[in-house]
Nanobody, 123 residues
Framework: QVQLVESGGGSVQAGGTLRLSCSAS????????MAWFRQAPDKERERVAV????????YYANSVKGRFTISRDNAKNTLYLQMNILKPEDAGMYYC????????????????RGQGTQVTVSS
């Protein structure tokens, strides 16, 4: 059974940091492209970061570039999102997702998707 379980969300003040984790099981994690998405209330879900299967390529949305870092540990089947200098507009539900051979823009197109972890940023 495939599972993607996010953790690490919480409440922080603006300027703070959080590190999200996504623990994967039930499929060949190291062969899949991985992505983080987020969705704020009354907003569309957006893809914030993508990392290739061997972690040699990463992509970031302009809104998080320079503040967020996506990484993965294929030995631990875990995906990470380090979030620094958090802003109130970064708040929302954060989801991880997996696809192969590439990661597209639409969350619903991903083969495997997690249930999300909530991030709250107060000003």
């Amino acid at each position: 059974q495939v599972q993607l379980v996010e953790s690490g969300g919480g409440s922080v003040q603006a300027g703070g940091t959080l590190r999200l984790s996504c623990s994967a099981s039930g499929y060949a994690f190291s062969t899949y492209c991985m992505a983080w998405f987020r969705q704020a209330p009354d907003k569309e879900r957006e893809r914030v970061a993508v990392i290739s299967s061997v972690a040699n390529t990463a992509y970031y949305a302009n809104s998080v570039k320079g503040r967020f870092t996506i990484s993965r540990d294929n030995a631990k089947n875990t995906l990470y999102l380090q979030m620094n200098i958090l802003k109130p507009e970064d708040a929302g539900m954060y989801y991880c997702a997996a696809d192969s051979p590439t990661c597209l823009m639409a969350f619903d197109s991903y083969k495997y998707r997690g249930q999300g972890t909530q991030v709250t940023v107060s000003s």
